[in-house]
């Protein structure tokens, strides 16, 4: 995929919906806000307080239902931030009146209803786009254009290691970071949810099905989860996800990609990510274009709209990452290996 697609001008003007007006569907808003050629026709609010927000900060038009956003403001593109549960109900409501439409991650709150997104999708010729916003950071965006390319090689392995706190700030002051998980359901859904960030960047690199995932530790408080867990692709790319969660220190994260003639690494710290590339001969820095993700997410996804072009993380994506990411949980409830 191009990582530095052209801003040319639109010839006519785009109007997007926003389903779900919490804190990912006002950066949703700004995204569409900062893409010349694109109205935000209105959102979709749960309560009558956040609809009166959405009207009075924001200047929306807002709604109660999907049936009325798409009824009276006619969006031919729809972001479906709502909660995972109301995933899938969303997506289908707007693809059936023939929207475009881009699911926050996880696409749906189970692999049968993120088909069921996808079969839509397909019987309505829109496209269908998985919410996977690391894949749209700067940096990862270069890392794997240059993969694509074949820079580094055929890819051998991949390891993405993810250190320190990472815990909202809200959770720490109500003290949730300290609460052992509530049972099995409690750890999946955690565990799920911070892994499948890290596994949809891997399974894009790897470009294959995952075959079995064996997780080989983990323990710690809700927060503070040590797990190590190796993922083998059916084209013989092996990847190991890591996580080393500590309140006590700050949140970084290592994705490598090697290959038979390069490693290319990324790193975010503290906010900064870079970007450099390894061979026989030497270590480099690797120039990348910064955007902020949640920007770049939404900017790609008219761009895909625009130039008639397949999403980059599209819904088969999005429903790999949900296989990959169950499997690494439950290859740890189980303590054995998870054959897909």
Known sequence: ??????????????????????????????????IPGVQVAGAVCRSEATAERARREFGLDAYRTVEELMQNAGPSAVSICTPTDLHARHAIECIRRGAHALVEKPLAATEDEARAVIEESARAGVKLM????????????????????????????????????????????????????????????RLYDSLIHMVYCVDKAAGAPPARVRTFTLG?????ESLESEVVYRNGVVARLTVEASLDRQLKKTFTVAGTRGTLVWRL???????????????????????????????????FIR??????????????????????????????????
Request: net charge neutral; hydrophobic share 35%.
């Open 269 to 303: 710290q503290g906010g900064r990510e870079s970007l450099e590339l390894s061979n026989a001969a030497r270590t480099r820095p690797v120039a990348f274009r910064p955007a902020h993700v949640f920007d770049s997410i939404v900017f790609y996804f008219v761009h």
């Open 220 to 224: 710690g408080r809700r927060y503070e």
């Open 130 to 189: 998985a919410g996977h916003t690391n894949l749209y950071s700067g940096a990862i965006l270069k890392m794997m254009a240059m993969t694509g390319r074949g820079i580094i090689g055929d890819v051998r392995e991949i390891h993405f290691k993810k250190e320190g706190a990472d815990v909202s700030p809200g959770d720490v002051e109500k003290g949730l970071h300290l609460a052992p998980p509530a049972g099995d359901g409690e750890v999946r859904d």
């Open 1 to 34: 995929m191009n990582s530095n697609p052209s801003d040319a001008a639109p010839e006519t003007v785009l109007r997007a919906g926003i389903v779900g007006f919490g804190c990912m569907g006002r950066r949703h808003l700004h995204g569409y806000r900062a």
């Open 307 to 340: 130039n008639d072009l397949p999403p980059y993380s599209d819904g088969n994506d999005g429903l790999k990452a949900m296989i990959t990411s169950r499997a690494v949980v439950d290859s740890h409830l189980r303590n054995a290996e998870v054959l897909l």
